[in-house]
């Protein structure tokens, strides 16, 4: 068999194939299940520092390249003979994400919740515009209380410690809501700065959208609402990350 052949299969033994609305481009990303998205270099640039980093990167002929980002970058100066840019991710994801950057008006396709998530960790990695990370944002935001756990555990990660995103979140819970699914144990899970802000939400009132401002202010309190396990507070502040 020719080596042409072994370049056609991905490391899941997946087949390469061209998905039929991103068939041209002098940019290659081929997806974690075989699919192989083509797409001009410019857009890229334009919505995402690490791209335009990465496109601007001077190669030398013949030489893969892994970057600490984890991009599997081609670097022959020939762009038809480009080995693809790997990503760790579905077609379904890498779709979406990369319609979002090239499209003249950005637009997020739908997505499941699953997708949505792994769409907004990109756009941090990828340092995209935040326009293009403000959709993700909202559609997170849209769950509501049936995910509202994982989306600020996702909003406080270290690297993203999304203050935007957590306030949005908590905005769609009710008071009881609020309360019911922030237990003390979940809090624990959390670092102690968005525990911290969590309970003083609690406290002023949730449904105002009172998480925090920009500045980090909280407004003059409009309720008070009965927290469980409250007088734990100084246990939680001093439990080991």
């Known amino acids: 068999m020719s080596d042409s052949n072994q370049n056609n299969v991905c490391e899941d ?5 061209l998905h039929p609305d991103f068939s041209e481009g002098d940019v290659t990303f081929l997806s974690k299940d075989g699919v192989e998205f083509k797409v001009s270099g410019k857009p890229l640039a334009a919505r995402s520092d690490v791209f335009k980093a990465m496109l601007q990167m001077p190669q030398a002929d013949g030489v893969d390249k892994t970057g600490s980002d ?3 970058e081609s670097t022959n ?3 038809n003979s480009h080995e693809p840019i790997h990503f760790d991710v579905k077609s379904t994801v890498l779709e979406s994400f990369l319609a979002m950057l090239i499209c003249p008006i950005p637009m997020m396709p739908a997505t499941t919740f699953e997708e949505t998530c792994e769409i907004y960790k990109m756009c941090y990695k990828y340092e995209c515009a935040n326009n293009i990370t403000e959709m993700g944002r909202v559609r997170l935001a849209k769950e509501g ?3 509202v756990l994982e989306v600020v555990r996702l909003a406080s990660k270290p690297g993203h410690d999304d203050w935007h995103l957590g306030r949005l979140a908590l905005e769609q819970l009710e008071d009881q809501d609020f309360i019911d699914i922030f237990t003390m144990d979940e809090l624990r899970k959390l670092p102690s700065a968005w525990a911290g802000r969590i309970l003083t939400t ?3 009132g949730p449904r105002r ?5 920009e500045e980090c202010r909280l407004p003059r309190p409009a309720t008070v609402l009965e927290y469980p396990g409250i007088g734990n507070w100084s246990e939680l502040e001093s439990e080991p990350r």
């Open 13 to 17: 033994g997946h087949a390469h194939r």
């Open 70 to 72: 984890g991009l599997k």
């Open 77 to 79: 100066k020939d762009s």
């Open 145 to 147: 209380k049936r995910h």
């Open 202 to 204: 609690a406290y002023w």
């Open 209 to 213: 959208g009172q998480f925090i401002d």
